[in-house]
C-alpha cells in the first residue's frame, strides 16, 4: 500500500473519534456528524471489500474463542455486593466499586465493559512497544500511532459506563503474551502481523459481546467500536500486502461474508485485573 493511500486510509478511520459516548442527555444536534462519518465508514468498507460486508476471521493469537454467555451471576434480591471472580474458568463477577462516579452499566454488561476496557488499554500498551522497535518505516509507525490514540479513546468511552468501576490496567495476560511477540520481531512485517491478529481478535470479541450486553448504552457503545477496531485490521492486511491485485486475491481471507465470533478473546481466561 503506498503511504499516501496509508494516510488516507487511517484518516478515514479516525473520523469515529469525535463521537464519544452518549450515554445522556439531548444530542439531537450530533446527528448529521454521526451520519457524515458512517457514510464514510462505509465507504472505506466499500473499497476495501470490493462491495463485501466487513468481518473478522479466525485470531492466530492462540486466544480461546467466544465469551461465555453466562458470564456472571450477580446477587438479585438481597443487595449484597457481587464478588470477582477471575480465576481461569470460573464465571467472573462485578468487582467491588471503588470510590468515584457510579457506573451507568451494572451487573454483566459492567463485567464485560470493564473487560473490554482492559483490552483496549493492552492494545494502546502494545502499539507503544511496537513504535519503540525503530522497525516500522515513519509512514507505518504513525499509523501505529494513530491506532493507539483510537485504541485509548475506546478504552475512555468504556470508562463512562463504568465510573468509578472502570480500570486503569491493561489485560495482564493479553500483555504478558504480546510484549514477548513484539520485542521478538525482528521486521516490519512480523510486528504487522501481530498488529493484525490483535485487531482482528479486538473485533471478534466485540462481536461475541454484543449478543450480551442488555443496556443499550454499552451495546451501542461496542457496536460503534467494532468497526474501526475491524478496519484497523484491514489496514494491517493491506500492509502486509501492499500490491492491490496480489490482496484482492486473498480478499476473503480478509474480508468473510460475515463477521465472526471465531477467535474472541475469552473473559474467563483473560481476566481485566
Known amino acids: 500500500m503506498a503511504f499516501r493511500a496509508l494516510r488516507r486510509t487511517v484518516a478515514e478511520i479516525d473520523e469515529r473519534h469525535p463521537d464519544a459516548v452518549m450515554t445522556t442527555g439531548d444530542h439531537s444536534s450530533d446527528e448529521p456528524a454521526r451520519t457524515d462519518r458512517s457514510a464514510s465508514r462505509r465507504g472505506f468498507l466499500t473499497r476495501a471489500a470490493t462491495g463485501g460486508a466487513l468481518a473478522v476471521g479466525a485470531s492466530a493469537l492462540s486466544i480461546s474463542s467466544g465469551v461465555p454467555r453466562a458470564l ?7 443487595g ?32 464485560l465493559v470493564v473487560f473490554l476496557q482492559s483490552i483496549e488499554l493492552a492494545a494502546s500498551e502494545a502499539y507503544n512497544a511496537m513504535v519503540e522497535t525503530g522497525k516500522l518505516a515513519p509512514a507505518v509507525a504513525q499509523t501505529a500511532r494513530q491506532f493507539t490514540l483510537n485504541h485509548t479513546e475506546h478504552a475512555k468511552a468504556l470508562a463512562e459506563l463504568a465510573g468509578g468501576q472502570a480500570t486503569t490496567v491493561a489485560n495482564p495476560r493479553l500483555i504478558s503474551e504480546l510484549t514477548p511477540r513484539i520485542a521478538a520481531a525482528t521486521t516490519r512485517d512480523e510486528l504487522a502481523t ?36 475491524s478496519q484497523q485490521a484491514i489496514v494491517w492486511s493491506q500492509v502486509l500486502y501492499p500490491d492491490t491485485n496480489e490482496w484482492a486475491t486473498q480478499i476473503t481471507r480478509w474480508i468473510p461474508n460475515f463477521q465472526s465470533a471465531s477467535g474472541a478473546i475469552n473473559i474467563t481466561e483473560y481476566a481485566a485485573s
Not at 456472571?72 to 438481597?78: F, I, S, V
Open 194 to 229: 501481530i498488529a493484525y491478529e490483535l485487531e482482528e481478535s479486538i473485533a471478534a470479541t466485540y462481536a461475541a459481546t454484543l449478543g450480551q450486553f442488555d443496556a443499550f448504552q454499552a451495546a451501542g457503545e461496542a457496536s460503534r467500536i467494532l468497526p474501526v477496531d
Open 72 to 78: 456472571a451471576q450477580t446477587t438479585e434480591g438481597d
Open 80 to 111: 449484597s455486593e457481587p464478588t470477582a471472580g477471575t480465576t481461569p474458568g470460573t464465571e467472573p463477577t462485578a468487582p467491588a466499586a471503588p470510590a468515584g462516579e457510579p457506573p451507568i452499566v451494572e451487573g454483566t454488561d459492567l463485567v
